[in-house]
């Protein structure tokens, strides 16, 4: 079955730790997105990607890094230099521009303490 | 940049409308809507785009009024499944950033 894979569902990490979160897509699709919710808010994009070796910032990239290397995978890391990191991230893909749906992840949750 | 809802919260008894707003200060090029479940990853439900177009889906449909610069999702003879948050998405040019709406949480009871 085709679909996006965000693994591990829930990740705890120390504070001062970079961590890095999966996202694997075998859908062919394109574009790939990083989005970040915090409890009873929207969906905020952290970083984008219309092709392989290339990514857009979004408008809250301050502490964030990705790479995409493949087609297939954007993994995102958060650094220690993101405050606070603690929050429900949402990884998306599509087949192009936003003419295309995007289909999401399940998600990861992480908590930093 | 962010395009604001309304209502920010909604009740429903189980049957009755519901309508969701999603305003823009800049022009659109197009729309999404999406329904999130708590916990779990938004799903698509339909895209409009320049051009005042209006779909359907079942007994959701959606409106784009380009010279408002805002969309309209209609809720009708709402079920129990309806509820969850809803996110309009819009983009405003292409190749431009995707921004998501501030989101309407809708609750349908019994």
């Not at chain 1, 905020?44 to 790479?67: C, H, P, T, W």
């Not at chain 2, 177009?53 to 408002?68: L, Y």
Request: proline share 4%; charged share 20%; with cysteine.
């Amino acid at each position: 079955d085709g679909g996006i894979t965000q693994s591990p569902k829930y990740l705890f990490r120390k504070e001062g730790q970079n961590v890095t979160l999966s996202c694997e897509q075998n859908l062919n699709h394109d574009a790939m997105y990083w989005y970040r919710q915090d409890p009873g808010q929207g969906l905020r994009l952290i970083y984008y990607s219309q092709i392989v070796n290339d990514f857009q910032k979004g408008d809250i990239a301050e502490g964030y890094s990705v790479s995409r290397e493949k087609k297939e995978s954007f993994p995102l890391t958060v650094t220690s230099a993101q405050k606070n990191p603690t929050a429900f991230y949402l990884c998306a893909s599509s087949p192009g521009d936003s003419l295309y749906e995007q289909y999401f992840g399940p998600g990861t949750r992480l908590t930093v303490t | 940049q962010q395009p604001v809802q309304s209502p920010q919260a909604v009740i429903l008894r189980e049957g009755e409308d519901a309508v969701i707003n999603c305003s823009s200060s800049k022009a659109l090029y197009s729309v999404h809507w999406y329904r999130q479940k708590h916990g779990e990853a938004p799903v698509f439900l339909m895209i409009l785009l320049k051009g005042g177009e209006q779909k359907g889906h079942e007994k959701i449909s959606a409106s784009f009024n380009e010279k408002k610069q805002q969309s309209s999702l209609y809720l009708t003879a709402s079920q129990l499944s309806y509820s969850g948050t809803y996110f309009c998405g819009t983009e405003y040019g292409t190749g431009n950033q995707f921004y998501f709406g501030t989101g309407t949480s809708l609750t349908v009871i019994p």
